[in-house]
């Protein structure tokens, strides 16, 4: 039985009912940011929109063929984006993010430490993902076009819990 | 001779949509791989998961959207046949084939400048190998390449005196180290012998399913049979599972490329596709 997650979390005591290895599906608006995006905000030392208690999706989606709602869109490798965790849950405030793979052990603790979650998307399942995608719109950084922000809106979309609230890791 | 002019619109529009299948549908043998690999499992938790990599397949067919959001940098193995006489520019030829190709597929453009890192915006260049067959025939093999499984890319340099065995367990260390990384389950590929860069081409050529048998002894066969069955069977026995979050399925499939080498030295390099594993071909 998958549980569900809405978004926005009514407060982040919520996540402590998914532990690492459940299966969820989840629905709200999610933001896009792999490795330009978290490079060009860590340098920055800001975000160029308020990612407070938002989801980060690792993902570089193909461009939206006509007629689409969006092209395919699965996680791309999660690790990358570990030295800029910290940063991203302690001063941009966020509250998830989803990608594929194993992480670092400081991404176990930073959950901890920060009320924070990581999901895990099926890898290379780009066409199933954009199955659950009810909208997408272009944010910030349009220069770096598939590594762009987008705003995603997402609907029963499958994931893992890879690390829950508490720190522990599906990988570990 | 057999002259081929590459400005024929006919074999220009031919490599597009062979280059643009390859990224919306796996060849055949390799989803054979995928849904016998799912039916046969008996882990629930296994099959679970392999189920949503069938169910990818299905949707990205059906909605003609690509298989995965890593549409690759592409890379093209060219045989040319011994008796072709070829009019124009091959390179630009393949460039300007993958160029239209992932602009009309709408798939993701993912090469950039190594230092810079600006995108060049056509997916271009794309990774070109030459080499002659015997024949009059002009073949392509296109592989779109994703980079999650690129990145897991190993190359050791064994001592000249190691065994096979050594060369099975330095390669099991090496999927178990690239874990859920390459998005397992995997296509090995495996290359044996030449030098550093020959043992990688070796290798790539093997995971994308180009086995050379031409120069291999009937001895170094039954070597390179046994290992790929351990390679097989004990990386299965990893429990990597799918997407690497531990079960059935670890390893689809494993090919093997040797070539003499060295009194020196045993280079040996191991190569990840994901299990979407690419590749179409086109014959001229």
Known sequence: MKKRIQLPLQGRKVLENFIAGDEILLSGVIYTARDAAHKKMFEAGKAPIDLRDKFIY???????????????????????????????????????????????????????????????????????????????ELVAYPEFLSEAIYRMEVEDMPLIVGIDIFGSDVFR | MRKINLAKEEYFNSLVAVIIQSNLKLEPETFDKIKSTYDSMKDLHSKNLMGYIVENCQVATEKKLPICQDTGILEVFVKIGRNVFLEGNLENFINKAAAKAYSDGYFRKSVVSALTRENTKTNTPAIIHFEFIDGDNLEFYVVPKGFGAENMTTLKMFNPTASSLDIVDFILQTVKNAGPNPCPPLFLGIGIGGTSEKALLLAKKAQSGLVEIEHVTDEELSVVDSMKSEIIKCGNELWIGPFGLGGEGSVLNVNINVYPTHIAGLPVAVTFGCWCNRLKKLVL
């Open chain 1, 58 to 136: 690792y993902t570089g989606p193909t461009p939206t063929p006509p007629q689409a709602i969006v092209g395919s869109c699965g996680p791309t490798t999660s690790s990358r984006m570990d030295n800029f965790v910290e940063f991203m849950l302690a001063d941009l405030q966020t509250v998830g993010m989803i990608g594929k793979g194993k992480r670092s052990a400081l991404v176990a603790d930073a959950c901890k430490k920060y009320k924070a979650v990581y999901f895990i998307a099926p890898g290379g399942c780009g066409a199933l993902l954009a199955n659950s995608v009810t909208k997408i």
